[in-house]
């Protein structure tokens, strides 16, 4: 008779082995970038056969998709706030969350973004995701200290969301701007909402955004 502990083994081989394939294609990305990412470069990188990425993945175009996704699915969780982190603290945890998950994933981001997949309708429907996600937590952090959210303030988180990723892009593609000066410019821009929040947001978003010390 098998064991259970078998047949738990045997049930999440596949998604081991899709894994391992999965981390020998993002390695292959980060040193070469997703255009010239292939199911050959990946079962050369991992041992495996052409014909195993080609099972677990389907084309090349799925495959870059695929990683892809993964890095989307990376930035979402880490942009997710533990609950018991001090309102006034989120957005510069979330920010930095943000460009860890980034610059881990840079050639990824870069081709996200600007590359190969910035125009691939379910990478992009992916990323509005988060962004959609990011934009409700920011206004319904509002909602939290007592006040309405507003479409105006909406608007203006979304168009916050898009700066970062505008000149984040811009960052990772050749920038000599340390990350800590790229983090404090980042959160300096945030004064953009300050019309739109009551205290204490108010005042929390403008420390934020004070000079560095």
């Given at each position: 008779m098998v064991s259970a502990t078998t047949l738990s083994?045997?049930?999440?081989?596949?998604a081991d082995r899709r894994r391992q394939l999965l981390d020998a294609a993002l390695a292959e990305v980060e040193e070469s970038g997703l255009d010239t990412l292939t199911p050959a470069a990946v079962a050369a990188r991992s041992g495996a056969s052409k014909a195993l990425v080609f099972h677990y993945f389907g084309s090349t175009v799925k495959l870059r998709r695929t990683v892809a996704?993964?890095?989307?699915?990376?930035?979402?969780?880490a942009l997710?706030?533990?609950e018991d982190v001090p309102l006034a603290e989120r957005p510069e945890l979330a920010l930095a969350a943000f460009l860890d998950s980034v610059t881990a994933?840079?050639?990824v981001w870069e081709d996200v973004w600007r590359g190969a997949l910035a125009s691939d309708d379910v990478t992009q429907e992916a990323l509005e995701q988060v962004r959609s996600a990011l934009v409700g937590r920011m206004t319904a952090t509002a909602g939290v200290i007592g006040f309405t959210p507003s479409s105006r303030l909406q608007l203006l988180a979304r168009g916050w969301v898009a700066l970062v990723e505008?000149?984040?892009?811009?960052?990772?593609?050749?920038?000599?701007?340390?990350r800590a000066e790229l983090e404090?410019?980042?959160?300096?821009?945030?004064v953009?909402?300050?019309?739109?929040?009551p205290e204490p947001a108010r005042s929390a978003v403008l420390?934020?955004?004070?000079?560095?010390?």
């Open positions: 083994r045997t049930r999440h081989e596949p996704l993964d890095a989307v699915t990376h930035l979402d969780a997710r706030p533990s994933h840079r050639r505008n000149v984040t892009a811009g960052w990772l593609g050749g920038c000599d701007v340390a404090r410019l980042l959160l300096s821009s945030l953009v909402l300050v019309p739109e929040l420390r934020l955004a004070g000079p560095a010390d």
